[in-house]
């Protein structure tokens, strides 16, 4: 699941209550692989993982189900997860170690990170070259005077291709109708090429979906899966 970093929204759907975990932080202080105040590394991300494999990032990553299968299926990419929640992030990395132990493998390709989403630009410099980008399911903020908080709003768009590699993609998902809908308007207006479009994803044939926790619910509900590609250019 991808949309907690919209925590104050207005549809109760993108709202995950999470109480206070008191072993969160001191789990994560000790996790070598999570980062508190990634400004540390704008600009240095291969450093940080020591290797020059590609990096893709997930914005808002939530429990980090999504972020952990797709570390697991591709040893050869860095992964990046960023969220501003430590208590998410606490469940994030237990839900990591997890899943790596339960396949024989450490956590070695993997960044958790705490970090306002709508301040990207703060942690990542174009010299990152940040090869894909993931919003999954973020929050709607369907109320017009909100519209501007979107993650897919064409000014955080034009934000994004400050620090995406020229050969990037972003892949977004959602449920929601009227997000989708606007959504490929802020991705035209920021100048993005919009390819592998569909409204019902689970029945359009693209194969290679991870499905997010809240996919599932989502589907589950008889609700279809919007889903897109975007290429931002230069």
Not at 56 to 67: N, P, S
Not at 100 to 121: M, S, W, Y
Not at 213 to 229: A, C, N, Q, R, T
Request: aromatic letters at 12%.
């Amino acid at each position: 699941m991808s949309f907690d970093n919209d925590f104050t929204g207005q549809d109760t759907r993108y709202r995950m209550r999470i109480r206070k975990k008191k072993w969160a932080e001191p789990e994560l202080a000790a996790c070598k692989y999570y980062v508190n105040s990634p400004e540390q590394y704008k600009g240095r991300w291969k450093e940080f993982f020591g290797n020059d494999k590609p990096i893709e990032l997930e914005i808002g990553c939530g429990k980090c189900t999504f972020i952990a299968e797709k570390a697991l299926r591709s040893p050869d990419i860095n992964f990046i997860a960023v969220d501003i929640k430590s208590d998410m992030l606490g469940v994030g990395r237990r839900n990591v170690e997890r899943l790596f132990a339960e396949n024989g493998r450490t956590p070695d390709n993997i960044a958790l990170v705490r970090h306002n989403v709508e301040q990207l630009d703060a942690m990542i410099a174009p010299g990152d070259g940040i090869a894909v980008m993931y919003i999954n399911f973020c929050n709607p903020w369907p109320r017009l005077k909100h519209n501007k908080r979107r993650l897919t709003y064409h000014k955080k768009l034009r934000m994004y291709r400050g620090f995406l590699a020229d050969d990037a993609v972003i892949y977004f998902k959602t449920d929601d109708d009227g997000l989708f809908e606007d959504s490929l308007e802020y991705f035209r207006e920021a100048g993005y090429t919009v390819r592998n479009l569909t409204r019902d994803l689970h029945n359009s044939g693209i194969e290679g979906n991870i499905v997010t926790e809240h996919e599932k619910m989502f589907s589950d509900e008889g609700v279809p899966i919007k889903y897109l590609e975007a290429l931002p250019g230069k």
